[in-house]
Nanobody, 114 residues
Framework: QVQFVESGGGSVQAGGSLTLSCATSGFSFRFNSFAWYRQSPGKQRESVANISAGGIPTYDDSVKGRFTISRDNAKNTVYLQMNSLKAEDTGVYLC????????WGQGTQVTVSS
């Protein structure tokens, strides 16, 4: 059973940092690409960062230069380092395959106050 379990969210002031983790299970981690998504109030869920099976990252323009996606194949875990946080980064962060084809976890809430 494919599972994604996100953690590491919290409340921070603008300019602060957080590191999110996504623990996965139920499939062969090292052969897959992954994405972090953000669900903000009143907006559609959007992908903010992807990482390929080979570790190549890509980012949405809204987070480029501030967020870093990484993976640990030994721990079956994907990370999202978020720096210089802005109020517009507020939302629930979830991870999944890039097509969003896996089962969605509950996500982790990130709240940035200005």
């Amino acid at each position: 059973q494919v599972q994604f379990v996100e953690s590491g969210g919290g409340s921070v002031q603008a300019g602060g940092s957080l590191t999110l983790s996504c623990a996965t299970s139920g499939f062969s981690f090292r052969f897959n690409s992954f994405a972090w998504y953000r669900q903000s109030p009143g907006k559609q869920r959007e992908s903010v960062a992807n990482i390929s099976a080979g570790g190549i990252p890509t980012y949405d323009d809204s987070v480029k230069g501030r967020f870093t996606i990484s993976r640990d194949n030994a721990k079956n875990t994907v990370y999202l380092q978020m720096n210089s946080l802005k109020a517009e980064d507020t939302g629930v962060y979830l991870c999944n395959f890039p097509a969003g084809s896996g089962s969605w976890g509950q996500g982790t809430q990130v709240t940035v106050s200005s």
